[in-house]
């Protein structure tokens, strides 16, 4: 099966007309090298919010989360090229058969953000059930492995395409009653360092802190306080040229979107 993205150019078309633009006229927003963008937990939060913005700009968004109802309005909001399906990234053979299916689809990523992630309920680590600390691990860590393990071959074949996976100020820092998330950002931070001294020259793999945003995730750690933190919108506005830029120069290199 080959790329079929003959409805792009129409979807395209005429989205907005600048100032000084005829009021009618056409404006294509499509970019002249428009990426295919890999995220994974795209039905909330700062998924959600980044798949807007690359769609916006007239990128190709793939994604996956686990809530039906979410993918089934991606689907609806965002048609063919992108594509959305319920993926749970800890479970290597979903993953493997989604990526079977998009690289058949889509050929490999331009760039994937392995941003799905869980947190521990707020609680000492002492008090963390056995299950709910290898869910953390499970999603966090695994999770991103699995994507890389179906996903990064075929980028390699090509010897291009960036890795972004997202850390936290907490793979950097700690904080108390949030320890196995903690960990298991840390190990995202290590893993992807060691993925980068891997990689063949032209790719790239980093960690990336993306801020303090109001998402589920915020709330669960913050509370009420969340509310005092930028939206997923606004920091998508940021955070998404920022991605847009990340490129071989930078393979190793823990990044932080800007402020
Ligand atoms: N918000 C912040 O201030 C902040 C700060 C530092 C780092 N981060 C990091 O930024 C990323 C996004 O966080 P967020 O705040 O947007 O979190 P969020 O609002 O809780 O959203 C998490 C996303 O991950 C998906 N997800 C969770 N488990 C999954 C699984 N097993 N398979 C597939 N998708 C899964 C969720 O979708 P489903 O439930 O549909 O699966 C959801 O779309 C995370 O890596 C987080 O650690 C966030």
Not at 7 to 24: A, D, E, L, M, Y
Not at 159 to 180: D, H, T, Y
Not at 185 to 197: C, M, Q
């Amino acid at each position: 099966m080959g790329k079929d993205f003959g409805c792009w150019q129409s979807r395209s078309k005429g989205i907005s007309t600048p100032v000084g633009c005829p009021p009618n006229s056409v404006v294509n927003l499509r970019p002249s090298t428009p990426k295919l963008v890999l995220i994974t937990g795209a039905t909330r939060g700062l998924g959600r919010a980044m798949t807007g913005k690359f769609a916006e700009l007239g990128h190709i968004v793939v994604g996956c989360g686990r809530s039906r109802n979410e993918i089934a309005t991606l689907a609806r909001q965002f048609p063919k090229p992108h594509d959305f399906e319920i993926v749970d990234v800890s479970s290597d053979s979903q993953v493997g058969v989604w990526a079977a299916r998009l690289l058949s689809s889509h050929g490999p990523p331009d760039l994937i953000l392995n941003n799905a992630a869980v947190v521990n309920r707020n609680a000492p680590l002492w008090k963390v059930s056995a299950d709910e600390f290898s869910s953390v691990m499970d999603v966090n860590i695994k999770g991103t492995a699995n994507v890389i393990r179906h996903f990064v071959p075929s980028m390699i074949e090509r010897k291009r395409g960036v890795i972004v996976n997202f850390s936290s100020g907490w793979g950097r820092s700690v904080s108390p009653e949030v320890a196995p998330y903690c960990a298991s950002k840390w190990a995202v931070e290590g893993l992807t360092r060691a993925l980068a001294d891997e990689l063949p020259s032209g790719m790239a793999a980093v960690p990336l802190n993306p801020g303090v945003i109001d998402t589920e995730m915020l709330r669960s750690c913050f509370g009420a306080a969340a509310a005092s933190y930028p939206n997923p919108g606004e920091w998508a506005g940021r955070a998404v040229p920022f991605l847009l830029k990340i490129g071989a120069k930078d393979n190793g290199k823990p990044l932080s979107v800007p402020g």
